[in-house]
Structures are given as C-alpha cells and as structure tokens.
C-alpha cells in the first residue's frame, strides 16, 4: 500500500488527535491555535503592510549611508540586509517547515490584493492570467529585471520591484475575482516559487470527505486560492489560511504533518504538472545566469565583443544610457549601466537559462526513457513530469544560496571559510536529497530496486551539474 493509500481511510469526523499522520497531537494543537486566532490575522497583515513600505521606501528618504556604514548603524544597510540577508532565504527554507505559511499568515502584498478585491469591480477572471504559463512570465520578467536595475543594490530598484509587485497585486486584486486572490493563484512570481517548493513541506492540508478526481480550480468555493476543497491533493495552491478548517465540522479540511519530502515521492497521487517541471528548470537557469554574469571573465569578454561589433557598425547607441526602470544608472554609486549592458546582461541571463534547462531537460528525459525499459509504468511523457520533481531540493538550495547570499556573509565573522562551507554542506544534501526523491518516484513507478540505478544516474549528474556551474558563483573561482 503506498504511504499516502492512508488518505483514503482517514475518518469522516477529524477532530483533536485522532488523524493520520506525523505527530497528531501537535497538528491538531497547532491547528487549535490558527482556527481560534485567525481572525487577528488581519491586524498582522495590516503590520506587515506598514514594516514592507518602510523597508523599500523609507532608504529612497534616507542620506546616502557612509561606505563603512553597516546594517547595525544605518537604517538603508538594514533593510537591505533585511531584505536580501533574511527575508528571501528564510521564507524560501521555512517552506520545508511550514509551507506557504508565509503567504497566508505574513505577507502584505497578498492580503492587500485580497483588501482590494473586496471593494473593487470583481469582475470575472479573464483566460490571459488563467494560463499556466503567466506566473512563469512574470516570474523570467521581475527575475531579470532585478538584475539590470540592481535589486540587490540600490533602494530605488528594491522600491520599483518590490513597490511595482505590490501595485500590480492590487490593480489585479481590484478588478479580478470575488471574494478572492487572483494575484496569488495566478500572477505571483513569489508564490509560484513557493508553491513548487511547498510541496516538499512539512505541512499539508487533507479533506475530511475526499471527493474523486483531481484538485480542480473552482470560483465557487470559501477558498480565497479557488481550491476546489473536497478534491485537494497538491499543496502548491494552498496558502494555509485556515479558512475551510473547523475542527469540530465533519468537512473541510484538516491539519497534516508528514515527512518533508513525502508529497514528491507520491507526486502522482498529488496532481503533477507539467508547467511546474518546465518552471523548476527555467528558474534553476534563469538564477544562475543571474549570478555568473557578475563573477565569469567570460561574461566581459562577450560583453567587449558584442560592444566592438556593435562600434564597428556604427551604432554608437549602445554606449548611452537607457531610462532608470530598465537599468542601473547611479553615478553617486559608481554604476552606470548603457544599452550594452542591458542587453548582454538580458542575453548572458537568457542563454544561461536555456542550456541550464536543456542540460534538466535532457537528464530527466534519459532517466524517464531509462525507466520505462526498467519496467516503468506511465507514458513517457508522465514519467518525465513525475521524475522532474526530483530536481526540486536542488533547485532550492540554489535559489537560497544564490539569491540569497547574504545570509551567509555575516557568519565570516566566526570563520573565514564558515559561510563557504555551510554553502557546500547545504549543496551535498540537497543533492542526496534529490537522489532520494528519485529513487522513491522510481519505486512508485513500479521499478525494482536493483534496475533503478540506471535511471536515477542521468538524476545524478543533471544535480552535480548544477553545483558544478554554481560552483564559481557561490564559492569563487
Ligand atoms: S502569492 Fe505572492 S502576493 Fe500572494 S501571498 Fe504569496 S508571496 Fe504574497
Ligand atoms: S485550501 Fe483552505 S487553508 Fe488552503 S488556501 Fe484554501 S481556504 Fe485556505
């Protein structure tokens, strides 16, 4: 019987301990705690929403700070260090604790879209942000975008990506939707994000009355993310609100902990999706372009290239620079962006993005062809999206450090070689994570324990092969 068979047994009326599961009387005391104080989740939200605006406007005021200056003397050091050095990768590891935890109890931006929505046109949520593919849009977008204005920098990129996210949720949140979050479910760059990786968490939300068939998208639901809730399978959608959770009702649903991990080895009896695979590669591509560029000698040697062509025919142009939403231009800081850096930082992110995702790609196609002549059940096409998964705690861990390296800097401090290390430690397991991710998504595809060693090697080296080209970026050359 496969681990998650148990969902099919669970008991009509869950109420207190008595449910499958990790830990039930935990689940069911932390569950306890949500449902009597989700209420007073709305001053949290109007907390947050005050904390955000000042974090990524308040240093647009602030006095250029000193060069020596630090995040412990100076309020624009700070909200960086807040910002890059906490936020980003401390929301993207509590997803292997808690889920999207952060988008249902914490974050501004969704509750001020939610805000909105009550008192806007609710209008019916049209085909173009329904498509799968918009939030990897919008995600490629705000991830480049972020690299030639220098988010990572300058406050006045922090205020136009992060300002222009939240405005773009509330004009969404305004017009589409009733009584609902169709900037979270559908346009989010964040949530996708931490969708795809919520289903390797720790948390999940299980019906009371399971209905069959798969997790459907429904407006006629109490769900703010068109959960259709009898059906839910996948954790991706669901941003733990609570709102469809009563412990003493006989449906709805429930608070479940499991193993991290558990939700990917059973990825079949949760919804798989193409588009998320597709996403997993592309963002793991698109990240490392976003690095390499700034520490690979061979980014300015194609850089000088492109510029002496561009010279030699006369398209002096290139040498000027464009307005400041599209690139860095901060002379005060010694950085002036022009039209060449623009577009070879564009291409450099954008050809790193395409053969990161081919290298994925190819990997998970030999493993899934692999597979089926080691007796694999499912179409070929099935067993790719299915093995795709495998590459997620990769794919995180990348992000965490990539993105979020500052993080790691101030523990310099103890030891030189600390951060470096704890980098490479955090790498190794994510990898023998993978590996074990592929192995049980091997074995519930019905191959035997001695043929999965072929199939899971194409895993393997599809892994080593993005630390191997995080490897300058992440730990010097
Ligand atoms: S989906 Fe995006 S905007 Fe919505 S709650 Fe999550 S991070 Fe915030
Ligand atoms: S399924 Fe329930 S907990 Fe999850 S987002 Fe929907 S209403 Fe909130």
Redesign the pocket.
Known sequence: MAPDDTLKMIPLRVVGADRPGLWPRLSSIIERFFVRYKDALVWVHAVMFLVFLTVIFLPLFLPEPAENATALDDFSRFANFAMWGLWFPL?FFSVIFSG?S???L????????EWANKVGLQRAIPDWVHWEGTPIVSFLIITILGQTVGVRDHPEAVAEVFGG??LA?IVLGFVYGKKK?A???HM?????L??VFSRIGAVQFTAKRPKSGNDRFTEKTICPMMIDIPRKQESRHC?ECFRCVHPEAKSGLFLQLRSPGREIENIRQHNPNRYEVWFLFLATGVALGGFLWLVLPQYQLIRAAVGEWFINGGHYWIGDSGPTWLMSVHPERREVFNWLDFFTIVGFMSATMIIMTAVLAFSTWMAAWLAGKAGADLSLKDRFTELGYQYTPVAMVSLIIGLGATLFQPLSAFNEDLPRLLKLALFCAGIIWSLWLGDRILKNQGVFPGRRSLPLLPGVLGSLMVGLAWWPGIFGM
């Open positions: 929301v999207r952060w988008c249902g914490l974050c501004p931006m969704g509750a001020a879209s996210t939240m949720a979050r900037w979270c479910r989010c760059p964040i949530g996708l931490l969708g941003i």
